[in-house]
């Protein structure tokens, strides 16, 4: 009897996953065909202007909600249910019938059709990556295979990208579950706006493959699409999921490779997510001396720096190397981590500022700058009473 309990325990788990998924068909079957069949006209329910619609062209008054529909299919496709695979491939063919019907048209005869469009042509993309993910797990996929598949489709969309008289040609080259699917956009890699995609079951597994892909970026050698870097580019979504090491300490030794081609943004955005106090110590530091961040066409420096500021527990590493860059800054003029330190208004920094008015050899010191941070800590923040008095007495001087 215990051993029969014992084993009902160990599928427990399985039997209500499975039911899980079964809902989540049947909820997704629902939402894909209610079953009130009412029609209306396309061009007199969808708010696009200046579109070329069918005006005879009929369409359930029901229509599937793109957004909770493709939140279904996301969780389908993490649920790693290979049993769903056929189940949501026949839900996929019947929907298509009905896109067919009264999408379609729009669609194609539109090029920048409007969001209530391409919402409907969206959910197609996502049954297509639901079932991507699914059948990797069908087909036991290894990790090394799942990776080759994003790899080669990766570098379709890049020749697509240079080879644009053989687009039509390369796009049937692209793996599809439906041929009306690949026939909606047959020259092109157009997606729709998805909020998911067919790695992401799989993004942790694929680590070891995104870092050495990482690992053999240098721009200086592989300023294309179709690289090494091409690659790495693309799939920034990606790495910004996995946190190594590795990853951070290729940032540090190859900073000046992505800044030269424009590209340090996303070594702030993986700072922004994950903190290696090495690598946050290097760019808080390029922050404020680096004019090629200055010389951008837009500016983001204040943006870099609250990406910083997002993993650094209590600032520590971010206001400690501002507070080293002060001085020779200043030496050269650059009052940029004074600045910046004003968005610490903290006892430490108070009291690294009331140092700065008396350090003597500064040339260059804004003492205007300087007070005038000192009097807005004091009207943002408590300080020890003797810190307090020596900025207030600091004040009264400044004053008279």
């Given at each position: 009897m215990k051993s029969i309990i014992f084993t009902l325990s160990l599928l427990l788990p399985f039997t209500l996953l499975a039911q899980d998924a079964q809902d989540e068909l049947n909820i997704l079957e629902q939402a894909l065909f209610p079953d009130d069949q009412t029609t209306v006209?396309?061009?007199?329910?969808?708010?696009?202007?200046?579109?070329?619609?069918?005006?005879?062209?009929?369409?359930?008054?029901?229509?599937?909600?793109?957004q909770r529909v493709l939140a279904m299919l996301r969780r389908l496709g993490h649920s790693k249910k290979e049993d769903c695979f056929d189940r949501v491939e026949q839900l996929y063919h019947r929907h298509l019938q009905n896109f067919a019907k009264e999408w379609a048209a729009a669609y194609q005869h539109n090029y920048y059709a409007c969001e209530t469009i391409t919402g409907q042509f969206s959910i197609l993309t996502g049954f297509e990556y639901a079932l991507t993910s699914l059948d990797f797990v069908r087909k036991q996929y290894t990790a090394e295979q799942i990776f080759q598949h994003y790899q080669e489709e990766m570098d379709l969309n890049a020749e697509m990208l240079v080879n644009a008289a053989d687009r039509c040609q390369l796009a049937k080259r692209y793996k599809v579950y439906s041929s009306e699917y690949r026939a909606l956009n047959p020259c092109s890699f157009y997606r729709g706006v998805v909020p998911f995609h067919y790695l992401d079951p799989f993004v942790q597994s694929l680590a070891p493959h995104f870092i050495q892909v990482l690992q053999d970026c240098d721009w200086n050698q592989q300023d294309s699409v179709g690289s090494s870097c091409g690659l790495v580019w693309a799939s920034r979504k990606f790495l910004k999921r996995i946190e190594a090491k590795q990853i951070s300490t290729y940032f540090v030794e190859h900073y000046d490779n992505w800044a030269t081609h424009h590209r340090a943004g996303f070594l702030y955005d993986y700072a922004g997510v994950f903190h290696h106090q090495a690598l946050a110590k290097l760019l808080t530091q390029h922050l404020v001396t680096d004019q090629r961040l200055a010389r951008a066409k837009v500016d983001f420096r204040s943006h870099y720096l609250a990406l910083l500021l997002k993993q650094d527990s209590n600032y520590t590493v971010v206001k400690s190397t501002l507070m080293s860059a002060v001085k020779p800054q200043l030496q050269g003029g650059n009052f940029l981590p004074l600045l910046y330190l004003q968005q610490f208004p903290d006892e430490e920094v108070a009291v690294f500022l009331l140092e700065l008015l008396e350090a003597p050899n500064l040339e260059r010191k804004p003492d205007e700058l300087i007070v005038g941070t000192l009097q807005a800590f004091l009207e943002k923040s408590h300080f020890s009473p003797a810190v307090e008095s020596a900025i207030r007495s600091c004040l009264a001087d400044v004053r008279r």
């Open positions: 006209l396309l061009y007199q329910s969808i708010d696009c202007p200046n579109h070329q619609i069918d005006s005879t062209l009929r369409i359930r008054a029901s229509q599937p909600d793109p």
